[in-house]
């Protein structure tokens, strides 16, 4: 078995769940990892996994056995990742206004910690003589120029102006964006930190966070993880050419490692057409599965269980497009519009792939629905 993006059948497990329902595969998971830890000839690369993208225990687990680290902006995600056995030496802390007495707790333990202003690096080195690292806004990189302005991390020259305090920072994290699709789009935030680097004395590592996207819509826009692992440890390399020490790289590669990993399957309640519209409500709902409603512009794949009645075709021959919709009364719970079957009714099963990150990590109580069953598969 292999991810969702037509490569598993998850039709056997989707026909049998209690719905609605997120299914993971375990060994999926652990061929992405390493799919993204050989995309790197340079060795010293460290692989982390952004917890706010589905915080399981179990995929926390599967992660940490894989020797991913993590990276976490709350101390609930912090005390899970070291939960699930992964080692502080490998967890980032990386937030925005963090509280005093997170910096005290922080402070206690061996987890690196990028701070987001000038002011939050003067509150660090009051309570801990302990080293920190700077996140960078990326867009105010040189190279990076043309990347939207974001609230995150601190300007460049803020940044030097500490080496003339005699604060340096260890390391440099920058935020390169969400869900890249094309390697030379994440480039202009990678350069130019590897770039603002070499002004940098001291320092022990980069992190380069966010980025590899899904191909959501099935276009063929996927990651090239190869090329960018190739274009990452050239960097590095020329980079250590100008060192004495070699730089450690930590990489988080965003909802790419664990996305594609899981699906949402959800059941057919009620079929109705309402002025020329056919609408297909399910036992689901955004409030369970909330990225419909957070991203609409880029919406999931979504395509019937196979073979989920008796004598019905695998692929029916006419297909027309609905909206598939929650079984609440919220005018908003809809969760695609797609083209699907004709022949679809009551009962059949649908899925919603690459549901495995920022989908029940982001479920909330509004609506007033019941969790979803959770399934693991394993090969």
Not at 12 to 29: E, K, M
Not at 341 to 362: H, K, V, W
Request: glycine fraction near 8%.
């Amino acid at each position: 078995m292999s991810d969702s993006n037509n490569t598993r059948d998850w039709d056997n497990f989707a026909a049998s769940v209690a719905t609605p329902a997120y299914l993971y595969s375990f060994q999926s998971i652990r061929d992405k990892i390493l799919e993204i830890q050989s995309a790197f000839s340079y060795r010293a690369v460290t692989v982390l996994f952004a917890t706010m993208a589905n915080d399981t225990p179990e995929v926390l687990k599967t992660v940490s056995s894989m020797g991913v680290g993590a990276c976490v902006n709350s101390w609930r995600h912090l005390t899970a990742a070291r939960l699930a056995g992964i080692p502080e030496e490998m967890i980032h802390f990386t937030a925005s206004g963090v509280r005093r007495d997170d910096m005290e707790r922080l402070a206690s333990t061996s987890v690196t910690v990028n701070l987001d202003s000038l002011a939050q690096i003067d509150a660090w080195l009051t309570l801990s003589g302990r080293p920190f690292g700077v996140r960078v806004n990326s867009s105010l990189l040189r190279q990076a120029s043309q990347l939207p302005v974001d609230r995150l991390g601190v300007a460049p020259n803020e940044v030097l102006s500490l080496i003339d305090r005699k604060r340096c920072p260890t390391g440099l994290h920058v935020y390169a964006g969400t869900n890249f699709c094309r390697v030379q789009d994440i480039l202009p935030a990678i350069d130019g930190l590897f770039e603002f680097a070499s002004n940098i004395p001291g320092l022990t590592y980069l992190n380069l966070g966010g980025g590899v996207g899904i191909d959501y819509k099935r276009n063929g826009t996927e990651f090239n993880l190869s090329e960018f692992g190739s274009h990452v440890s050239a960097s590095a390399a020329d980079l250590n050419a100008k060192r004495d020490q070699p730089i450690n790289i930590f990489f988080e590669p965003g909802r790419s490692l664990i996305g594609g990993m899981g699906v949402f399957v959800t059941e057919v309640t009620d079929i109705k057409f309402l002025n020329g519209t056919r609408y297909v409500t399910v036992d689901g709902s955004i409030a369970v599965f909330p990225r419909p409603f957070h991203n609409p512009d880029c919406p999931h794949f979504v395509r019937p269980v196979r073979k989920i009645v008796a004598g019905r075709t695998d692929k029916p021959s006419v297909w027309s497009e609905c909206y598939v919709v929650g079984r609440t009364t919220f005018s908003r719970d809809i969760l695609a519009k797609c083209s699907l079957p004709q022949n679809l009714a009551t009962g059949d099963r649908l899925i919603f792939e690459d549901g495995g990150a920022y989908c029940e990590s982001m479920m909330s109580q509004f609506l007033g629905q019941e969790p979803p069953a959770r399934c693991f598969i394993d090969s």
